[in-house]
């Protein structure tokens, strides 16, 4: 069946194309005839944001190989790093009443089903059905879908659901007495197996106890930008656990540099 | 009085490409399905031309389009295009305005349709905005209807 719909969807591919084609033309144009100046600016806050994070990425890998040693003391397994690969969103609407984008690279690109899919601010959602040429994404505030968070200051683990709003997520199975306020960071547990653990997927800004019913009412905004992303990260997680042993240090970081 | 080859291929792919326009959302939840209404149109204009398999198969191609469950819109297009075939007799001769009618209830039953399959399949709280694509595609039919006269005559020439 899905190879039916791999072989139609590239029938009628040329159509969305054809769709998204005068959005995209007019943010072509719009780049062209953006000012030196205002290109100059922007030079000049990118240089800065890359040596701010570049600084913090040196620092990452000594906590990496930290990490990676202390989980060998530990005994522990260690999880390969991910490989990505950029998507771009098509200007095309599907249903009004679902969150579902339509990307453009697909199974030719050997994506898979239920892949994570993040943006450079956190989890934008999951790989509904991979094409032929292009693939369905399912955002995390589709009303159909769930995604396991926990709390990153005290590791409470919940399940965010969507609310069908594109900046809205529900967190509707935490108790009343449960220690979770405002401005709580929610990051992926790695629960599920479908999402890799600790990327940032929302911040709570609403907490309201509701004495008379069993759960409180939550809500958070998700981190990344839902309704402006226009390029998504389409990761390969490899959650084959890596039993650890010194030498293979080395290798790991190798494979890490991967695309 | 037929259509070109060309006419129907032309204004189905047009009408799939309205379906699926970006449109801010508040505009895109009354979107009303376009190919649908241009099906109604050539089944009733030129009965012999596109029939119940032609708008099944184009049904497939809706589906994958908008990410339905594959045979929804297949479903849903053949069963208007044969109801549209019974009646294109009554329909041709009817002004306008009493065509809107009858597209109200075809649009009506296609939107119902959809919503029983896709409560069976999915736990989605439609909202009451769900109905508004067949008020609208009610209202966008009289234009609907002289644009595609027009096509099919000049087309002939």
Redesign the interface.
């Known amino acids: ?1 899905n190879k ?2 791999s072989i ?2 590239t ?2 591919y040329p ?2 194309l ?3 084609w005068p ?1 995209e033309f007019s943010e072509q144009a719009y780049d062209t005839v953006v000012s030196y100046s205002a290109l100059k600016k922007e030079n000049r806050r990118l240089k800065k944001k890359q040596l701010i994070d570049s600084i913090k990425l040196l620092k990452f890998e000594a906590l990496e190989n930290e990490n990676i040693r202390l989980r060998a003391l530990l005994e522990n397994s260690f999880k390969l790093g991910e490989q990505v690969l950029v998507a771009e969103i098509l ?8 969150h ?1 984008v ?1 990307v453009n690279k697909g199974s030719r690109f050997g994506i898979k089903e239920k892949q994570p899919v993040l943006d450079a601010n956190g989890i934008v959602g999951q790989v ?2 991979p ?1 032929l040429l292009s693939s ?1 994404v399912m955002l995390i505030t589709d ?2 879908h769930a995604i396991p968070v926990q709390v990153n200051r005290n590791g409470l683990r919940t399940i965010a659901i969507g609310s ?1 709003q594109l900046d809205r997520l529900k967190l509707p199975f935490l108790p009343n007495n449960a220690d979770i306020q405002p401005g709580d960071l929610l990051v992926t547990s790695g629960l599920g197996g479908t999402f890799p653990q600790g990327y940032p997927v929302a911040v709570v800004d609403h907490f309201t106890a509701q004495p008379n019913k069993p759960f409180a009412s939550i809500f958070a905004t998700p981190k990344a930008k839902l309704d402006r992303i226009r390029e998504l990260l389409i990761v390969w997680s490899d959650s084959t656990p890596v039993p650890l042993v010194f030498p293979e240090i080395d290798e790991i970081d190798d494979s890490n540099e991967g695309e | 009085m037929k259509g070109n080859n060309s006419d129907y291929f032309l204004t189905v ?1 047009f009408a ?2 309205l379906n ?4 801010p ?1 508040a505009i ?2 009354a ?1 009303p399905d376009w190919v649908l209404l241009v099906l109604i149109y050539w089944n009733m204009a030129t009965p012999e031309k596109l029939g119940v398999f032609n708008a099944w198969i184009l049904g ?2 809706v ?6 469950l ?1 045979g929804l819109h297949a479903l849903v297009y053949a069963l208007i295009s044969y109801a549209c075939l019974k009646f294109h007799k009554r329909l041709r001769q009817y002004p306008v305005a009493q065509q809107s009618l009858y597209v109200f209830f075809f649009l009506l039953f296609s939107q119902m349709l959809i919503f029983w399959i896709e409560r069976i399949q ?6 009451l ?2 109905w508004l694509p067949v008020l609208v595609g009610t209202l966008v039919w009289p234009l609907v209807y002289s644009a595609l006269r027009f096509i099919r005559l000049s087309g002939r020439a």
Do not use: C, K
């Open positions: 069946m039916t719909r139609l969807s029938i009628v159509v969305q054809l769709v998204s959005i200007s095309v609407n599907l249903v009004p009443y679902e579902v339509v509904l059905r094409l369905e009303p159909n069908g | 792919v799939m490409g699926i326009l970006p449109l959302a895109n939840i979107n497939l191609f589906d994958v389009l908008t990410g339905r594959l999915s736990n989605i709280e439609m909202a905005s769900f």
